[in-house]
Nanobody, 126 residues
Framework: QVQLVESGGGLVQAGGSLRLSCAASGLTFSSYAMGWFRQAPGKEREFVSAISWSGSNTYYADSVKGRFTISRDNAKNTLYLQMNNLKPEDTADYYC???????????????????WGQGTQVTVSS
């Protein structure tokens, strides 16, 4: 079955960096658009970033633009999120997600994604 497993979360001071990874199995990774979402305590899950199946198109929430970079390695079936200059408001559980509709991808829409990982916790202290 399809599995998405996030890793790389942790506790970091404001201004620091983390690199999240999402290892995918059970699917043809290179055929899926991928996304990162996050959910802070008491808040709804929100879009962070997404990348097309080929990696040629990337998308970012305004709140992370210029600080986060999404990338993928289709040979390793892995999605990444490099997070720099982290802020306390970035504290959340981070989830990766896979969208099977490679040609009609709505990157910011939660319902567009078919598979979700279990999440990895990111805590940014001030």
């Amino acid at each position: 079955q399809v599995q998405l497993v996030e890793s790389g979360g942790g506790l970091v001071q404001a201004g620091g960096s983390l690199r999240l990874s999402c290892a995918a199995s059970g699917l043809t990774f290179s055929s899926y658009a991928m996304g990162w979402f996050r959910q802070a305590p008491g808040k709804e899950r929100e879009f962070v970033s997404a990348i097309s199946w080929s990696g040629s198109n990337t998308y970012y929430a305004d709140s992370v633009k210029g600080r986060f970079t999404i990338s993928r390695d289709n040979a390793k079936n892995t999605l990444y999120l490099q997070m720099n200059n982290l802020k306390p408001e970035d504290t959340a559980d981070y989830y990766c997600a896979a969208d099977a509709n490679k040609y009609k991808h709505y990157p910011t829409v939660l319902g567009a994604y078919d598979y979700w990982g279990q999440g990895t916790q990111v805590t940014v202290s001030s």
